[in-house]
């Protein structure tokens, strides 16, 4: 009978550890579909878990994750408090309808690139790479993010692009077609963390990070006014819309990542306003 009733005491503070907890607790806060891209709070020293990654969690109580563009169609986000109890979140991935574009011209060396300038595409991948790997405690992605330039938009996230007939990775960003020198500014906070004037696919290439694994990428630039660890803040002039690289015309392609996962920059602002103006923060 003791025994029974140590087992039945064990099983009732386990259970009680896996109570939900109430809306001040744990708040999410972000769109639950694919590209989507969430900012979390839970109390200061809360351990935070989600597909089995560790995430890095602020002083006071600040982490995110995202959605890449095939995930779904659920995930599953462990908190551990502070005070030994447990919450476990089985959440819902929303799926979503991606466009198709055709865009035919391309110089055939630019679909299929010839056999000597892979050596150099790899090595150009692996640069991107190692600057979206970084895991820096800033929280620059809280304020939320402004459009970086303005103009007409030529090119969706999601999209799978056929160059030439030929089938390709789906596009990962928001392309934004305008002038060569018109002004990009930064969406965000950040600290520059790659810059590259000419790499094979992407052309003039800009990294900010803005902390926790998130963040921008700016291709096809002009010119590039920052240099590689210079912090920059929300609204300020890091470059200019160019046609570097792999285009057609003059554009700039805007993309955010949360370290390998390549989210929708579209849903964090909106449509394109007739002129620029900051949203207000982005809070969980």
Same mark, same amino acid.
């Given at each position: 009978m003791r025994r029974f009733c140590l087992i039945a005491l064990c099983f009732?503070?386990?259970a009680a550890t896996l109570t $939900?907890? =109430?809306?001040d607790d744990l708040r999410l806060n972000g769109e639950f579909v694919q590209g989507g891209f969430i900012v979390g709070h839970a109390p200061p020293g809360s351990a935070v878990r989600f597909e089995g990654r560790p995430l890095r969690v =602020?002083?006071?109580g600040v982490f995110a994750f995202g959605f890449g563009r095939d995930a779904g169609p659920d995930a599953e986000l462990i908190? #551990? !408090?502070p005070d030994g109890r447990i #919450?476990?979140? #089985?959440?819902?991935?929303? $799926?979503?309808? !991606?466009n198709i574009q055709h865009i035919d011209g391309l110089p055939p060396k630019k679909v299929t690139p010839p056999p000597e300038t892979l050596e150099r595409i790899r090595? #150009?991948?692996?640069?991107?790479r190692a600057a979206r790997a970084g895991d820096s405690d800033r929280t620059d992605f809280v304020d939320g993010f402004d459009w970086p330039a303005q103009g007409r938009i030529s090119g969706v996230y999601g999209s799978q692009r056929i160059l030439n007939g030929e089938p390709r990775q789906p596009h990962f960003g928001i392309d934004i077609a305008g002038p060569v020198g018109r002004p990009v500014l930064a969406p965000a906070a950040g600290v520059v963390s790659l810059v590259e004037p000419d790499l094979y696919f992407s052309g003039g290439t800009l990294l900010l990070d803005h902390g926790h694994g998130v963040t921008s990428s700016f291709l096809h630039m002009s010119r590039i006014d920052v240099q590689v660890g210079q912090r920059v803040e929300r609204g300020d002039r890091v470059g200019a819309i160019g046609a570097t690289g792999r285009v057609t015309g003059p554009h700039l392609d805007w993309r955010i990542?949360? !370290?390998d996962a390549r989210l929708d920059p579209g849903l964090l602002v909106g449509s394109m306003p007739e002129r620029l103006v900051r949203p207000a923060p982005m809070r969980p």
């Open positions: 009732v503070v386990w $939900p907890l =109430s809306a =602020s002083k006071g908190v #551990e !408090f #919450e476990v979140r #089985e959440l819902v991935v929303a $799926p979503r309808e !991606f090595a #150009e991948g692996a640069r991107v990542n949360w !370290f």
